[in-house]
């Protein structure tokens, strides 16, 4: 048997966004030049008002998933009439009404001064710093009732017929032949009208009121304050020698100190802030030998920071408890930053003008690495709190719990290979042809955990959501007026979410994908 569900579903939001900055510039003196900086942007995202309702079919009997003729798009069949009222129901304990609120806001505040001196004709004496202050607040209201406390059609004198929109159907999919693809779904304000969802009220209907402390929405109401200070120091250099060749390139270090304030709840309500900062140390250094002028030799090795997303760093988190298993995506204030130490080593020739050919090795040391980690445990034993199961949901039931750690990071190597011309050396129209080409190779192993436990072994696999091969291919015709470009961009198989189960060590992963793009334009002056 089967269980079926469709959902209408309708939000109004805005987003604000506005950005400010100002800059200053002064030389002092002949050699030296100081620069100046200071913005602010913030961006408000307002989503006053989003409903889902559903219907539901049970039992269901005869229900195909066919995937043999194409794994892509397989043929899916309801094996009844979805278009038909009434096949439908709308079952108090069972189907939704879900009435939220949602607000996030977003803000940064920075100030960059550097200054430069020119040391010789051949060096150049940089120093200076940045400070940065993010903010990220979110706030989110649900109902105080469970979603699935809803009155029978029948107590406002309505049946599914009367609530039901005509039958709408979707062919965009690519389904096989034969494959479901009308149905009705809710009419949502007919709905909200005769049930009058949005008082934010009890009435004869039901508990309508919203709210965030206590309900399921409480773990998305958080809020966190990074602030980022990174002074420098550098050194830009350029010596010719007798022989042709110039070296150019740049050597520095830059300290950087993160202090983090991180707000949320967790269990019943209870209001949590975690404070805590660290340190970190960033060397680089970049070289270029111009061996000819048409051949460069490129070396670089730096120690590289990024900061995990603010959002990873809350505590509490989402929570459904819709349907078992249950799940929860909760933060983590304590996570590190990602860490890697990068060599890069390349051999770039411009053979003719605006052609040239390059080649680039690089390896990447990663000491630390975020991931995303599923555990299987029970609602009760998960620390989530209890006060939002509704009557009929047992603290035993299974739940999927996604929060954020800190692995050991691994190794990631690879190449690439770039190629483009304009196709100048052949006659006529021929000369005004170009071509635009690259290929990138990446063989990465990183260290992943398959459970909270860390007494068990690591499993390795590869970077999320890199492929191995990774092509791109332009060819184009422009002769000042008329310009048309035909490009493709191929991507590798690749892993999408280790583990791919709670405690399983495997990983889940998409098909690769070729795409292809032209365009015509014609310049009418």
């Known amino acids: 048997d089967t269980d079926f569900s469709v959902t209408q579903g309708r939000d109004k939001s805005t987003t604000e966004f506005y950005q400010a900055d100002i800059s200053l510039e002064q030389d002092i003196g002949s050699r030296g030049h100081l620069t100046l900086l200071a913005g602010q942007s913030k961006s408000v995202f307002d989503n006053p008002y989003s409903r889902q309702i559903t219907f539901s079919h049970f039992d269901g009997d005869g229900f195909i998933f066919d995937a043999r003729p194409d794994s892509r798009r397989p043929i899916m069949n309801y094996g009844f009439d979805a278009t038909n009222p009434n096949n439908w129901q709308f079952q108090p304990g069972y189907d939704k009404i879900r009435i939220f609120t949602t607000k996030v806001t977003n803000r940064l505040r920075t100030f960059k001064a550097d200054f430069k001196y020119d040391v010789t004709d051949s060096i150049t004496a940089k120093v200076g710093f940045a400070y940065k202050q993010f903010d990220f607040a979110a706030a989110r209201q649900q109902r105080f009732a469970g979603t699935t406390a809803i009155p029978t059609l029948a107590s406002a004198g309505l049946n599914i017929a009367a609530v039901s929109l005509q039958p709408i159907t979707i062919d965009t999919l690519g389904l096989g032949q034969g494959s479901t693809t009308s149905f009705i779904v809710p009419d949502l304000e007919k709905i909200s009208q005769a049930f009058d969802i949005g008082c934010n009220c009890v009435n004869q209907y039901g508990d309508w009121r919203i709210g965030s402390v206590g309900t399921g929405a409480q773990g998305d109401n958080r809020s966190i304050t990074e602030r980022d200070l990174s002074p420098y120091v550098q050194a830009d250099f350029k010596f010719e020698f007798g022989n042709g060749m110039i070296l150019r390139g740049d050597a520095g270090v830059r300290y950087a100190r993160t202090q983090q304030t991180a707000r949320g709840f967790v269990g019943a309500g209870v209001p949590v802030e975690v404070k805590r900062e660290y340190h970190n140390w960033l060397p680089a250094a ?3 030998l111009d061996v000819t002028p048409q051949v460069t030799v490129r070396l670089a090795a730096a120690r590289v920071m990024s900061r995990p997303a603010l959002g990873q760093l809350t505590p509490g ?12 995506t909760l933060g983590n204030p304590d996570l590190d930053p990602f860490l890697a130490t990068n060599f890069d080593a390349g051999v770039e020739w411009y053979f003719q003008p605006g052609a040239g050919l390059s080649l680039t090795y690089f390896h990447k040391n ?21 006060n939002i199961l ?3 949901q047992a603290a035993d039931t299974p739940t999927n719990l996604i929060t954020f750690d800190n692995t050991e990071g691994g190794k990631i190597n690879g190449f690439e290979a770039q190629y483009q011309q304009p196709f100048t050396f052949l006659p006529g129209a021929l000369k005004n042809f170009g071509a635009i080409l690259n290929y990138t190779y990446i063989k990465s192993k990183i260290s992943y955990f398959v459970s909270t436990n860390r007494a068990d072994p690591a499993f390795t696999a590869p970077l999320l959501n890199v492929s191995p091969h990774a092509a791109n291919a332009t060819f184009y015709y422009d002769d000042g007026r008329f310009s048309a470009r035909v490009s493709l961009a191929y991507r590798d198989e690749y892993v999408r979410q280790v583990p791919f189960r709670p405690n399983v060590p495997d990983y889940a992963g998409s098909n690769s994908t070729t795409n292809i793009d032209a365009s015509v334009s014609y310049n009418l002056t």
């Open 390 to 392: 509704l009557p009929g």
């Open 286 to 288: 970049n070289f270029a």
């Open 317 to 328: 988190g989402a929570i459904d408890t819709r349907f078992p298993p249950f799940s929860a």
């Open 366 to 386: 990663i000491s630390s690495f975020v991931q995303q980690l599923g555990v299987a445990t029970t609602y009760a034993e998960s620390g989530l709190p209890l």
